[in-house]
């Protein structure tokens, strides 16, 4: 098995989570797929799927040094995802540590589709 940079940060994800209790935190990501609009009452359905991800909180301060000056919104937070099979998007909804969050911005780490850094709020 060759080693990649999601594969790497899998393997950081399990030591951490053995080595300090409770800092490792579970999530589900989740995504609009599609809408449809009921033409006759107007009402909007909205099809989702989820997606599982483990999930590190990272310090706020660090925001800039991802993501440069960009536009930080107050109460955004930093958090590192492992484990996905999709690349976290701008108003994809994060539950994870009994917080329900709103990706803002993300950096797919070099690029390993499977490890993220996002801003979320």
């Known amino acids: 098995m060759s080693t990649t940079v999601a594969l790497i940060a899998k393997e950081a994800f399990d030591d951490v989570a053995l080595e300090i209790t409770g800092v490792i935190k579970t999530g589900v990501l989740t995504r609009i797929v599609s809408t449809s609009v009921n033409s006759t009452t107007g009402e909007v359905t909205n099809t989702t799927a989820d997606y599982n991800c483990r999930t590190l ?3 706020r301060s660090t925001i800039k040094d991802y993501f440069g000056d960009s536009e930080i919104g ?7 995802l492992e484990g996905l099979s999709v690349e976290p998007q701008k108003t994809d909804k994060l539950v994870s540590a009994s917080l329900t969050l709103t990706i803002e911005q993300t950096l797919n780490v070099a690029q390993a589709n499977g490890f993220y850094v996002v801003v979320a709020k």
Do not use: I, N
């Not at 107050?74 to 590192?80: P, Q």
């Open 57 to 59: 909180f990272g310090d």
């Open 74 to 80: 107050e109460g955004s937070r930093l958090l590192y």
